[in-house]
């Protein structure tokens, strides 16, 4: 018999990766993808007081397709003057969010089956907050990366500043004519992992995810489990030991690793000539996908594909 859920995962919230610079950052997104970014102070400097002592200048976001890409910088996210993610010397993926309806049913559907909850300062959230310490902000909450392998965060569904995403009837657009990458939508996003249970209790049992197909990945010599879950794909991959994920995964223990996001793309004729054109080796190639090195990616090894996982729920969409 199902679960009852009293709450929707509406769709992806955002990837969020630390960054030391915000200007290089979206310096790689205008080259890389040819997106430009805009900067939360543009918003958050109009509604924060400003001697409420939470910083408006920490982060940008990027849009990209159904993608809607946060970059931060830890130095600058110091709320009440404490700084509460560490710095970073080169950009790193760090984690993703949803949108959520009903995100007070969330948080008791997880509090009650023993996850531990904390607001954005880290702090134990022993019962669910709806206010949020920034004029016209949302409830969110995080999970615990001890418990998840990632921290996870949830955010009350509504309209989001620059997220055209979150206005109502959005739907992906047809692929732009100047976009050089030719990018349809993100095929999914990849979590290194030594403990794939540990995510699939969070995704399936609560979030009601589905495992959509298990295979072997073979430009990370890995064997992942795929699943869908509101708008997007997640692999979660162990890798072989001795191989180089296997090795960061290994560095970042008990944790796990996000490690990557695929597009789906019609030509990869296309992207290898952008790449080429920019300066980005490509670190790894298969018939239907190309992988980028990461140092050439911003901290991310992107990869591009012209085929979708078995069993993804969008394999007739059409650009």
């Not at 239907?288 to 969008?314: H, K, Q």
Request: glycine share 8%.
């Amino acid at each position: 018999m199902p679960k009852v859920r009293n709450f929707n995962i509406v769709r992806m919230f955002h990837p969020t990766q630390y960054t030391p610079s915000l200007a290089e950052s979206e310096q790689f997104f205008q080259r890389f993808f040819g997106r430009p970014s805009a900067a939360a102070e543009t918003v958050l400097k109009k509604i924060v007081p400003p001697d409420s002592g939470y910083p408006t200048d920490y982060c940008a976001f990027t849009s990209i397709r159904d993608v809607f890409f946060d970059s931060l910088v830890p130095e600058k996210f110091v709320p009440g003057g404490v700084q509460v993610y560490p710095s970073v010397d080169v950009p790193t993926l760090k984690t993703v969010g949803w949108y959520v309806e009903g995100l007070e049913g969330l948080f008791d559907q997880l509090f009650s089956n023993g996850f531990h909850l904390s607001n954005t300062m880290g702090e134990a959230m022993p019962e669910f907050q709806s206010k949020f310490p920034v004029p016209g902000g949302k409830p969110m909450f995080f999970t615990s990366a001890a418990e998840t392998g990632l921290r996870y965060q949830f955010f009350e569904d509504g309209p989001f500043f620059f997220d055209a995403r979150s206005e109502p009837g959005w739907v992906i657009p047809p692929v732009e004519e100047d976009c050089p990458l030719g990018l349809e939508f993100c095929s999914h996003h990849t979590v290194l992992t030594t403990a794939p249970d540990r995510a699939l209790k969070l995704f399936i049992d609560i979030l009601g995810a589905v495992i959509i197909d298990q295979a072997r990945n073979e430009t990370l010599n890995a064997n992942s489990t795929f699943v869908s879950l509101a708008d997007s794909i997640f692999e979660f991959a162990t890798p072989d030991k001795g191989t180089p994920a296997s090795v960061a995964l290994t560095e970042a223990a008990p944790f796990d690793i996000y490690h990557s996001l695929t597009w789906k793309v019609s030509d990869l004729g296309r992207v290898e000539r952008h790449l080429t054109s920019i300066g980005a080796e490509i670190q790894a190639r298969t018939k239907d996908t190309l992988v980028t090195n990461p140092a050439d990616g911003n901290g991310i090894p992107w990869g591009f594909t012209t085929n979708l996982c078995s069993g993804d729920p969008r394999s007739g969409s059409q650009s």
